[in-house]
């Protein structure tokens, strides 16, 4: 079982970050600091497939952060790519009803429990077929699935959603929330914070892990505070920015 689920189990919070480029130096880099997962974005990120594998290796080359992939939609052929290059857990954006999370989940499982293609005698993530045998023993108790909620939809949908065998965390998406009521990225709007309020109550009382964006340590502790399991708090991009931009702030020119 991979770190990030351990923790989880064990009742500690987690902490990961966003790898939005394709960079697998920068990926080496956030590797290295110690997350306790990165989150390989293909839904926003610019990366490929080519791009997830080399960034891949270059985190694994660095320690034994959990290596996961947002991917761009809920699509069984997109997931059967990504577990099988090696991603540890897979991220299905909008999921809005429990037919939806069904769906992911199936895509996540090999038959009988659920349909995924049968490439682990070839993939990656059985080093092209040489320790199948064992990633076919432990993979679907290992992976982690993560559901995301969105919509007002899918807030209404949370507990639904949640009794779907094999979800693990439901994780709050907090810019297209706020965008489902017409009112994006107003959060402190008393709509758009009864929505927020509403399906992070709803997410703690199912009993699965609690996920959601984060800016700083200061909100980000906060949130733990108030229930939050995992909160992706940085990026490589946004850290980047933030500390060039520090730099020149500060220098004496």
């Not at 992911?104 to 429990?113: E, G, I, Q, S």
């Not at 699965?208 to 800016?215: A, D, E, F, N, R």
């Amino acid at each position: 079982m991979g770190r990030l689920k351990n923790k989880l189990k064990a009742g500690q919070k987690t902490a990961a970050a966003w790898m939005f480029t394709g960079s697998a130096d920068m990926a080496e880099i956030m590797g290295s600091a110690g997350f306790d997962a990165i989150m390989i974005d293909h839904e926003h990120g610019s990366g490929d497939l080519r791009s997830a594998i080399e960034q891949h290796r270059a985190i694994r080359s660095v320690g034994d952060t959990s290596i996961l992939m947002r991917i761009p939609v809920n699509d069984p052929i997109e997931v059967k790519r990504a577990l099988d290059v090696g991603m540890e857990g897979i991220m299905f954006p909008s999921v809005n009803t429990a037919a939806e999370a069904q769906m992911a989940v199936d895509a996540c499982r090999y038959p009988p429990r659920g349909s995924r293609g049968a490439g682990f005698g070839c993939a990656r993530s059985t080093v092209y077929g040489k320790y199948a045998e064992e990633y076919l023993e432990n993979f679907e108790d290992n992976v982690m699935i993560i559901c995301q909620i969105e919509t007002a939809e899918a807030v209404a949908n949370i507990d639904e959603i949640a009794a779907v065998d094999g979800v693990d965390m439901l994780f709050i998406g907090p810019y297209d929330l706020s965008g489902s009521i017409n009112k994006l990225g107003q959060f402190e709007d008393p709509e758009v914070k009864a929505q927020f309020e509403l399906a992070r109550d709803k997410i703690k009382a199912s009993g699965k892990w609690l996920g959601c964006i984060s800016s700083g340590a200061s909100q980000s502790n906060e949130m733990y505070a108030q229930g939050f399991d995992f909160l992706l708090c940085a990026a490589e991009t946004a850290l980047l920015s933030a500390a060039a931009d520090q730099l020149l702030a500060d220098l004496k020119i």
